[in-house]
T-cell receptor
Framework: QKEVEQNSGPLSVPEGAIASLNCTYS??????FFWYRQYSGKSPELIMS????GDKEDGRFTAQLNKASQYVSLLIRDSQPSDSATYLC????????????FGTGTKLQVIP | GAGVSQSPSNKVTEKGKDVELRCDPI?????LYWYRQSLGQGLEFLIY????????KSGLPSDRFSAERTGGSVSTLTIQRTQQEDSAVYLC???????????????FGPGTRLLVL
């Protein structure tokens, strides 16, 4: 079992719809969770971080964390073609120096 | 500088040659990470530095790969006797530290695109 799992996609949604990206993790002691966006040919850039159970909203983005179920999700409201990218989930585990583990990413396509 | 910088941005080399990739982290960031990303693939962790020490080298794929960090700042990733399978984008990231929460947010450089012919 991979430490951090994401559906590779592509996830296709029409412009204006809500895109829902999911991520599950295996280390129950994980405390820090991040979503990065990576455009083709570019480096990952931080979208959101979340540390507590529940929802965290930032503009059109909402991160949701459920530690009991070991999943974290990212909702993008009013999806735009410019949101088309690969979204990486990153989790900091509980062992050692709190190593960051990245999922393989979900490719999102927003159709105009 | 304002962000993480890496050099060179592109490197083409011949199989068997050695290459050095450089990373300048954000000023004041004590943690530094190297990743490799092959075309269409996810991030592959290579090595982590805290200050000048590397507590986790578990991702280095072979003994041809080495890295060092000096002065708690600049880091160099060296690949000896390059092979065609080393072709990838090498990404560097830095964070404030490993103190938990926001300190662990990683900021990525633009990467070095390595092509081994």
């Amino acid at each position: 079992q991979k430490e951090v799992e994401q559906n590779s996609g592509p996830l296709s949604v029409p412009e204006g719809a809500i895109a829902s990206l999911n991520c599950t993790y295996s280390d129950r002691g994980s405390q820090s969770f991040f979503w990065y966006r990576q455009y083709s040919g570019k480096s990952p850039e931080l979208i959101m971080s979340i540390y507590s159970n529940g929802d965290k909203e930032d503009g059109r983005f909402t991160a949701q964390l459920n530690k009991a179920s070991q999943y974290v999700s990212l909702l993008i409201r009013d999806s735009q073609p410019s949101d088309s990218a690969t979204y990486l989930c990153a989790v900091i585990g509980s062992g050692g120096y709190q190593k960051v583990t990245f999922g393989t990413g979900t490719k999102l396509q927003v159709i105009p | 500088g304002a962000g993480v910088s890496q050099s060179p941005s592109n490197k083409v080399t011949e199989k068997g040659k050695d290459v050095e990739l450089r990373c300048d982290p954000i000023s004041g960031h004590t943690a530094l990470y190297w990743y490799r990303q092959s075309l269409g693939q996810g991030l592959e962790f290579l090595i982590y530095f805290q200050g000048n020490s590397a507590p986790d080298k578990s991702g280095l794929p072979s003994d041809r790969f080495s890295a060092e960090r000096t002065g708690g700042s600049v880091s160099t990733l060296t690949i000896q006797r390059t092979q065609q399978e080393d072709s990838a984008v090498y990404l560097c990231a830095s964070s404030l530290g490993a103190g938990g929460g926001v300190q662990e947010t990683q900021y990525f450089g633009p990467g070095t695109r390595l092509l081994v012919l």
